[in-house]
């Protein structure tokens, strides 16, 4: 049942940008898992009787809101609603579908540790990143203004996790993928906000570091690829 609120609601914004409720309502379902992350993200934040009354309206829509695929994404004529989309399908099903470009390939091959147990025992450890590119052209080939199209090309980095295979496709800026480095690339993933760490622990996509004698607390910062292959001790 739609309410008098849900009724006075015209307009639907999402980072900015306007948009209709079938739009709105395809994005949520996309961004969110379910219906509850969506609740907790959306609505409670914003708590007010309106808001209330739109949580109880998507709730009875949820299950039939379709989802957005890759190629309905691009027959989007808005070019503002496609960017959307394609925020919402996420990076790593765009560089998956997209037939992106590699751009660099790289084997980083060091000494390390495991544990057995609590035992600590040295192991090998052997990664492979790749860098690749999506250019505008190919999301936005309508676009004639050849500074945005050059400001849409979107860069990732392809990982894998050293215990299960898993794959990761992880977003990195413009300014880190135009250096052409996979290393550089999967190091600015990690972020960290103290000086002097006595390393890092990879799991997956979860970095942990560990203090050292001299570390303080700073502004966080992205580590160079210097610093991941020096300070890079474990995985998993």
């Not at 409670?44 to 709730?59: I, K, P, R, T």
């Not at 765009?94 to 390939?105: V, Y």
């Not at 050059?150 to 135009?178: D, H, L, M, Q």
Request: net charge negative; glycine share 4%; charged share 30%.
């Amino acid at each position: 049942m739609i309410t008098e609120e849900i009724k006075s609601i015209n307009d639907y914004y999402i980072a900015s940008i306007k948009v209709d409720e079938d739009t709105a309502l395809k994005y949520w379902k996309k961004v969110h898992k379910n219906f509850d992350d969506f609740f907790a993200v959306v609505i409670a934040n914003n708590a007010h009787s309106e808001m209330l009354a739109l949580g109880e309206y998507v709730s009875d829509k949820w299950d039939s809101i379709p989802d957005v695929s890759v190629q309905q994404a691009f027959e989007e004529k808005n070019i503002e609603i496609r960017r959307l989309f394609f925020k919402a399908i996420g990076v790593s099903e765009l560089f998956k579908q997209l037939e992106p470009k590699l751009i660099d390939k790289q084997i980083l091959e060091k000494e390390g540790v495991s544990w057995v147990d609590i035992e600590e025992v040295p192991v090998t450890m052997r990664d492979e990143y790749e860098l690749y590119e999506i250019q505008g052209s190919k999301l936005f080939p309508e676009e004639k203004n050849e500074w945005r199209v050059g400001n849409a090309t979107i860069y990732a980095v392809r990982c894998w996790c050293s215990t299960t295979g898993r794959e990761y496709w992880i977003y990195v800026p413009k300014n880190i993928g135009e250096k052409n480095d996979a290393l550089e690339a999967i190091a600015w993933t990690v972020q960290l906000d103290i000086t002097e760490p006595e390393y890092i622990y990879r799991q997956g996509d979860v970095i942990l570091a560990k203090h050292s004698s001299i570390s303080q607390g700073c502004r966080p910062y992205h580590l160079n690829k210097e610093q991941y292959v020096k300070l890079l001790k474990a995985e998993s």
